[in-house]
């Protein structure tokens, strides 16, 4: 028999109990015969009942002892154990146990995988990070001990050669800006400016500023459908700006030459569906999961040599985060990347 509370292995030690006090009385007692059964029949009710209850608080109190150990590790718990005493009751023990043990063995199980994870990404984040920095600084090094070397004084090359320093050096200072914006982002520290936007004009704007890139690999921007009348939404304009930006950016950096990036509005109700969208090469399935990753590069030496910090998915899935909403992607191969997310309407 299975027993699975202190109630059932108290019933059985009490019956037990009362039926050895029940023959002890009807065989070894001289009591006379009109008395016997009534007598053994008291007794025995007594010796159950005082049993019974000897029983159950011993039991209970004996496996609590046991039992108590596991559950302040499970639920790391500073509490007495009187304090389990009524829980137990007439639950399967066993069973019980047996589930807390595994749901604990489990979440363990989790937060170890997640630690592993984040101290992997953390390892990723300073190589990419000491990558990132390492290439303007040695170029802008290599640049200056050039022209300390003689090569000032050579008119072919020192312009030429500053040139180049300050274009590593502002690619230095963008990498240090974009750290610095995600770092006030994740903190809370940046308070957004939220207000009524046109997210129409914003895109327009986003679109002027991107003319010139874009013209240079004849990509055209346009939106899906003329919009003759503002569309409203509530949102900071400055931050908005700077993860549109970051979007064309991308699309017009991956694109393809003669292609183009169209952006669409959807009205889904209290919000309003952002999508940017182009034909250019895509991303790859495993990197989805990836891309919105601080460094992030789906192609590494493709990205670095069309510049950029590497920094500005991450910065668009901060921004719209701080608005709490999400940005998705769609993306395949060779076929060309749908970025979206939404905004709520004013």
């Known amino acids: 028999m299975k027993f699975k509370s202190p109630d059932q292995i108290a019933l059985v030690i009490a019956i037990a109990g009362s039926m050895i006090a029940g023959v002890a009385v009807f065989f070894f007692l001289n009591i006379e015969k009109y008395n016997v059964f009534l007598t053994t029949t008291f007794i025995a009710v007594l010796v159950f009942i005082v049993v019974f209850l000897v029983s159950r608080i011993t039991v209970k109190r004996f496996i609590i002892s046991k039992i108590n150990p596991i559950y302040k590790t499970i639920y790391n718990l500073n509490i ?61 090094q290599g640049y200056i001990s050039t022209l300390l070397e003689g090569g000032l004084d050579d008119p072919e090359i020192n312009i030429e050669y500053l040139k180049r320093a300050d274009k590593s050096l502002n690619r230095l200072i963008s990498i240090v800006n974009d750290l610095e914006s995600i770092s006030k982002l994740e903190s809370g520290e940046l308070k957004l400016n939220f207000q ?23 990509i055209t921007l346009k939106f899906s459908r003329k919009f003759d009348k503002p569309l409203m939404v509530i949102a900071d304009p400055k931050l908005i700006l700077e993860a549109i930006n970051n979007l064309i950016a991308n699309s017009i950096k991956y694109g393809r030459e003669n292609g183009a990036t169209t952006v669409n509005f959807i009205d889904i109700g209290e919000h309003l569906l952002v999508e940017i969208q182009d034909n250019g090469i895509g991303i790859a399935e495993h990197d989805l999961p990836r891309i919105f990753e601080r460094f992030y590069r789906a192609d590494k030496s493709r990205s670095r040599d069309m510049g950029g910090t590497g920094l500005g998915l991450s910065i668009v899935k901060h921004v719209l985060e701080a608005h709490n909403q999400t940005i998705n992607v769609s993306s395949k191969l060779d076929e060309g990347s749908m970025f979206s997310f939404t905004l709520k309407k004013a």
């Open 80 to 140: 007495k154990d009187e304090e389990i005493i009524d829980d137990i009751g007439n639950r399967d023990m066993v069973s019980t146990i047996q589930n807390d043990v595994l749901i604990w063995a489990r979440k363990k199980t989790k937060e170890i995988d997640r630690l592993r994870e984040l101290e992997k990404y953390r390892k990723e984040f300073l190589g990419n990070v000491s990558h990132e920095l390492k290439t303007p600084i040695f170029n802008i």
């Open 196 to 218: 009524k936007t046109n997210i129409v004009s914003i895109v327009a704007e986003s679109f002027e500023i991107h003319e010139a890139i874009a013209k240079e690999k004849n």
